[in-house]
C-alpha cells in the first residue's frame, strides 16, 4: 500500500508538472491498487491517505464528482480515529493535509479562488514551518492563476521570509 501511496503521488507530480493526463490517469490507477490493498489494513488514516491520492488524481483528471467523493471519503476515513498501529507514513495524515490536496484540487479544476480560501484558512491555524512555506507557495501559485499579481508576489516573499528563517 505504501509503495502505491508514493507510486501515485509521483505520476501525480508528474501530471502536474508536464500538464498530461498519462501520469495523471496513471496516479488514479495506482490509487485504485492502493484501496484495494489498504481493505485488508485496519488503519483509518492509512486509507484516508489513499482517498486523498485517488483525489488528487481525479482533479488532474478534471473529474470534478471524483474528486469531491475522494475528499469527502478522505474525512470520512479521518474521522474514524487514529488507529494503533498506523503506518508511519499515515501518521501525518489530518485534516490540514486535507484541506491543503482539496485545495490543489480545486486549482487542478480551475478554481484557484476556492483554492485560495482554503489556503489563508490554513495558514491562520497551526501549521508545522514546513507545512506553513508549503501552503504559502501554494496560496502564491492560487494568486497567480487569478491574475492577482501584487498580492501573488507578497505571498511569495513572505515564502522567502520563511525560507531565510532557516527552512530548507
Same mark, same amino acid.
Do not use: C
Given at each position: 500500500?505504501?509503495?502505491?501511496?508514493?507510486?501515485?503521488?509521483?505520476?501525480?507530480?508528474?501530471?502536474?508538472?508536464?500538464?498530461?493526463?498519462?501520469? &495523471?490517469?496513471? &496516479?488514479?490507477?495506482?490509487?485504485?491498487? &492502493?484501496?484495494?490493498?489498504?481493505?485488508?489494513?485496519?488503519?483509518?488514516?492509512?486509507?484516508?491517505?489513499?482517498?486523498?491520492?485517488?483525489?488528487?488524481?481525479?482533479?488532474?483528471?478534471?473529474?470534478?464528482?471524483?474528486?469531491?467523493?475522494?475528499?469527502?471519503?478522505?474525512?470520512?476515513?479521518?474521522?474514524?480515529?487514529?488507529?494503533?498501529?498506523?503506518?508511519?507514513?499515515?501518521?501525518?495524515?489530518?485534516?490540514?493535509?486535507?484541506?491543503?490536496?482539496?485545495?490543489?484540487?480545486?486549482?487542478?479544476?480551475?478554481?484557484?479562488?476556492?483554492?485560495?480560501?482554503?489556503?489563508?484558512?490554513?495558514?491562520?491555524?497551526?501549521?508545522?514551518?514546513?507545512?506553513?512555506?508549503?501552503?504559502?507557495?501554494?496560496?502564491?501559485?492560487?494568486?497567480?492563476?487569478?491574475? &492577482?499579481?501584487?498580492?501573488?508576489?507578497?505571498?511569495?516573499?513572505?515564502?522567502?521570509?520563511?525560507?531565510?528563517?532557516?527552512?530548507?
Amino acid at each position: 500500500v505504501q509503495v502505491l501511496v508514493h507510486w501515485s503521488g509521483l505520476s501525480s507530480f508528474v501530471a502536474r508538472t508536464n500538464r498530461k493526463s498519462g501520469p &495523471a490517469r496513471e &496516479a488514479l490507477r495506482l490509487a485504485q491498487q &492502493a484501496a484495494e490493498e489498504a481493505r485488508a489494513v485496519p488503519s483509518p488514516r492509512l486509507r484516508a491517505l489513499v482517498a486523498l491520492r485517488h483525489a488528487n488524481a481525479t482533479s488532474l483528471l478534471g473529474d470534478d464528482l471524483g474528486f469531491r467523493a475522494a475528499i469527502s471519503r478522505a474525512r470520512r476515513e479521518l474521522d474514524r480515529g487514529p488507529w494503533a498501529d498506523d503506518p508511519e507514513m499515515a501518521q501525518r495524515t489530518n485534516e490540514s493535509e486535507i484541506a491543503i490536496v482539496e485545495g490543489m484540487g480545486y486549482m487542478n479544476l480551475g478554481e484557484p479562488a476556492r483554492g485560495e480560501e482554503l489556503y489563508r484558512r490554513l495558514l491562520g491555524s497551526e501549521l508545522s514551518p514546513m507545512a506553513r512555506t508549503y501552503v504559502g507557495s501554494l496560496l502564491a501559485d492560487s494568486l497567480i492563476r487569478q491574475d &492577482a499579481r501584487d498580492d501573488a508576489i507578497k505571498a511569495a516573499l513572505d515564502v522567502l521570509d520563511m525560507l531565510t528563517d532557516g527552512m530548507t
